[in-house]
C-alpha cells in the first residue's frame, strides 16, 4: 500500500469519543437506569422521604417549635384523638359541602360551556380563550381579588345586587349562612373553564357518523344527547370530577385568602385546620396523623372514582 493510501485510510477512520465507548459498552437496561437514575432519587428525596417522615411523625409528640425537647411515642394516640374530635368531623362536614357544591356547579356550567362552543359559531375562538382567563390566575390573587370584590363597605358586589332589586347591605364572608357559599362561588368561577376544556375534548372526540345514523333514524336532540353525546362524554366527565375531587380536597390558598376559616369556623377546610395545627398551634405529631389521615381520604375517593372510570370505559 502507498504512503497516500495509507494516510487517506487513517484519516477515514472515526475517532470515538470516551463517552460513545462508554455509552456502547453498556447494555440496554444499564442506559435505562442511567437516565431514570437522577428522577428516581429527586422522588425519593422530595415525595417519598418527606410521606415516611410525616408517617413516623404521626406516632409521637414531636413539637417544631421545641426541637431540643424529647421525642416520645405515643403509638395510635395522635390517631384516636383526631378520630374522636368532633372539631375535625364539624371540618370534615365543610370540606364535604364545598366538594359536593363546587364541583356539581363546576359540571354544570362547565358541560353547559362545552356544548355551546361545540358548535364552532364565529367568534368561539375568542370566547373560548376569554372564558380560560380565571384558571390562568393564581388562586392567591383570586382569592384576594374576591375578598375586595365581597367587601360590604367598597366593593361593587352590594351595587350589583342593589341594581337588579336587592335591598340590604350583604357581608358574603362576614355571614355564616353565606360565607360558605361565597367560597364555592369564587372556585366554581376559577375552574369551570378547566371541566369545560376536558368536556370540549369529550365532544370533539366523538364520530360524526354517529350523529349521521341518529338523523337518519330521525332521532330527536334529546335523544341523541341521551344515547350519544352522553355516554361518549361520560369518561371525560368522570376524569373532571377525579381531577377536581383531589384539587378541592386540598383547597388552601383559596379559601384562606377569602375567609382563612371564618366567620367562626364554618368555611374552616380541613387544609386550613391542618395549617392551624400545624404552623400556629405548632402540634406537629397531631398535625401529621391528620394529615395522614387526610392523605387517606383522598387517596380512597379517588381510587373509588377511577375504579368507576374503568367501568365506564368497558361499556
Given at each position: 500500500m502507498s504512503a497516500i493510501s495509507?494516510?487517506?485510510?487513517?484519516?477515514?477512520?472515526?475517532?470515538?469519543?470516551?463517552?460513545?465507548?462508554?455509552?456502547?459498552?453498556?447494555?440496554?437496561?444499564?442506559?435505562?437506569?442511567?437516565?431514570?437514575?437522577?428522577?428516581?432519587?429527586?422522588?425519593?428525596?422530595?415525595?417519598?422521604?418527606?410521606?415516611?417522615?410525616?408517617?413516623?411523625?404521626?406516632?409521637?409528640?414531636?413539637?417544631?417549635?421545641?426541637?431540643?425537647?424529647?421525642?416520645?411515642?405515643?403509638?395510635?394516640?395522635?390517631?384516636s384523638r383526631v378520630l374522636n374530635d368532633e372539631a375535625i368531623w364539624e371540618n370534615m362536614r365543610a370540606?364535604?359541602?364545598?366538594?359536593?357544591?363546587?364541583?356539581?356547579?363546576?359540571?354544570?356550567?362547565?358541560?353547559?360551556?362545552?356544548?355551546?362552543?361545540?358548535?364552532?359559531?364565529?367568534?368561539?375562538?375568542?370566547?373560548?380563550?376569554?372564558?380560560?382567563?380565571?384558571?390562568?390566575?393564581?388562586?392567591?390573587?383570586?382569592?384576594?381579588?374576591?375578598?375586595?370584590f365581597?367587601?360590604?363597605?367598597?366593593?361593587?358586589?352590594?351595587?350589583?345586587?342593589?341594581?337588579?332589586?336587592?335591598?340590604?347591605?350583604?357581608?358574603?364572608?362576614g355571614d355564616t349562612q353565606l360565607?360558605?357559599?361565597?367560597?364555592?362561588?369564587?372556585?366554581?368561577?376559577?375552574?369551570?373553564?378547566?371541566?369545560?376544556?376536558?368536556?370540549?375534548?369529550?365532544?370533539?372526540?366523538?364520530?360524526?357518523y354517529l350523529y349521521e345514523a341518529a338523523e337518519i333514524d330521525r332521532a330527536s336532540e334529546w335523544t341523541k344527547f341521551w344515547r350519544i353525546t352522553l355516554p361518549m362524554v361520560m369518561p371525560f366527565i368522570v376524569l373532571a370530577v377525579l381531577f377536581r375531587l383531589i384539587e378541592n380536597f386540598k383547597m388552601f390558598d383559596l379559601v384562606d385568602q377569602l375567609t382563612n376559616g371564618g366567620p367562626g369556623s364554618v368555611t374552616e377546610l380541613a387544609s386550613i385546620k391542618l395549617k392551624r395545627e400545624a404552623f400556629e398551634k405548632w402540634r406537629t405529631g397531631y398535625s401529621s396523623a391528620l394529615a395522614i389521615i387526610l392523605f387517606v381520604a383522598i387517596y380512597g375517593l379517588s381510587l373509588v372514582t377511577v375504579r368507576f372510570l374503568d367501568r365506564v370505559k368497558q361499556r
Open positions: 495509507l494516510a487517506t485510510a487513517v484519516r477515514a477512520e472515526p475517532v470515538e469519543a470516551p463517552a460513545v465507548r462508554l455509552a456502547q459498552g453498556l447494555s440496554d437496561r444499564a442506559l435505562a437506569w442511567l437516565f431514570v437514575g437522577p428522577t428516581i432519587l429527586l422522588l425519593l428525596a422530595f415525595n417519598i422521604f418527606p410521606l415516611v417522615w410525616t408517617i413516623w411523625l404521626s406516632f409521637t409528640n414531636y413539637r417544631a417549635n421545641r426541637p431540643g425537647a424529647d421525642v416520645l411515642w405515643v403509638g395510635l394516640g395522635n390517631y370540606t364535604a359541602h364545598f366538594l359536593t357544591c363546587s364541583i356539581t356547579l363546576q359540571l354544570l356550567l362547565g358541560f353547559g360551556l362545552a356544548l355551546m362552543l361545540n358548535r364552532r359559531f364565529r367568534t368561539h375562538s375568542f370566547w373560548s380563550t376569554a372564558i380560560l382567563l380565571p384558571m390562568m390566575l393564581a388562586p392567591a390573587v383570586v382569592g384576594t381579588f374576591w375578598k375586595y365581597f367587601e360590604p363597605q367598597y366593593g361593587i358586589f352590594n351595587y350589583i345586587v342593589n341594581f337588579f332589586g336587592g335591598r340590604g347591605s350583604f357581608t358574603m364572608l360565607s360558605p357559599w361565597a367560597i364555592v362561588l369564587v372556585d366554581t368561577w376559577m375552574w369551570t373553564p378547566y371541566v369545560m376544556l376536558l368536556l370540549l375534548a369529550g365532544l370533539r372526540s366523538i364520530p360524526p
